[in-house]
């Protein structure tokens, strides 16, 4: 290894895998050898027949399902009203200096802080899921596009106001398409981090959700269901990560030009 030297798609591949291969053999190791109590830590055997009950006979796949919504629903909604105010303040300096106090100050507020609160406001259904997760997002994608904005190359921005571009061309025709990339890595980021808004919110006042099913588990002590909603987890979360960054390379091929 030579540091930046890149390696190829296979090999990335093969060092993935294998990764995944040493931990479970780490955990079969301490679970299976008797290193660590099977109160403690199921064992990767006990873990998938805890996953296959869970699925054909508790009906859990509708629990991941109304996670995923849940997750879609609150980022989509934090998208949809942080992208354009994130744009605003990268742009025109004087509402990034009325927004940004505001949006530094709140982007550090715990979510979870806010969890009583919508309860009372809100009840313990759906719309309090969501705004759990919408609190968690939008701060932080707001103040993220409003910086990527920001730092647009200020060349491109004089050469079209030299071709004549009106102020709304230059945010049509400059910065959108040289910040929109970095957008949407902004969004495929922020995603992630919208799966721990959202166990956190089906942890207290659920009665559905792969957080639900965490809690129930606790109370029985099943470790082998905790670690198999946890893993469930995972694996969706890194099955949309890929498919985020499969569209944004599709979307803005000009990125990887």
């Known amino acids: 290894m030579r540091p930046l030297d890149p390696v190829t798609s296979r090999q990335r591949v093969a060092y993935g895998l294998a990764f995944f291969v040493v931990f479970v053999a780490l955990w079969s190791w301490a679970t299976f050898g008797g290193h660590v109590s099977k109160v403690f830590l199921a064992n990767p055997l006990t873990m998938v027949l805890e996953g296959y009950d869970l699925l054909a006979k508790q009906g859990f796949a509708y629990d991941i399902g109304m996670t995923i919504w849940r997750v879609v629903g609150g980022f989509a909604l934090a998208a949809l009203i942080a992208v354009p105010l994130g744009v605003l303040m990268g742009a025109y300096k004087p509402v990034e200096a009325f927004l940004e106090p505001f949006v530094s100050f709140a982007r550090y507020l715990p979510a979870s802080a806010f969890i009583p609160l919508l309860i009372l406001w809100a009840g313990i259904g759906e719309l309090q899921k969501l705004l759990v997760i919408f609190i968690g997002s939008v701060f932080q994608i707001i103040l993220m596009i409003a910086v990527t904005v920001g730092t647009t190359r200020r060349d491109l921005v004089e050469a079209a106001y030299t071709l004549g571009a009106s102020d709304r061309g230059v945010i049509r025709r400059v910065l959108l398409p040289s910040s ?77 030009a």
């Open 180 to 256: 929109a990339p970095e957008i949407a890595e902004i969004l495929r980021l922020v995603l992630g981090w919208a799966w721990t808004y959202v166990i956190v919110a089906e942890l207290i006042g659920s009665s559905s959700g792969i957080g639900h099913m965490i809690t129930d588990s606790q109370a029985l002590l099943n470790t082998g269901q905790i670690i198999f909603g946890i893993i469930v987890i995972g694996l969706i979360g890194l099955l949309s990560d890929f498919m985020f960054k499969a569209f944004n390379a599709w979307l803005f091929p000009w990125r990887l």
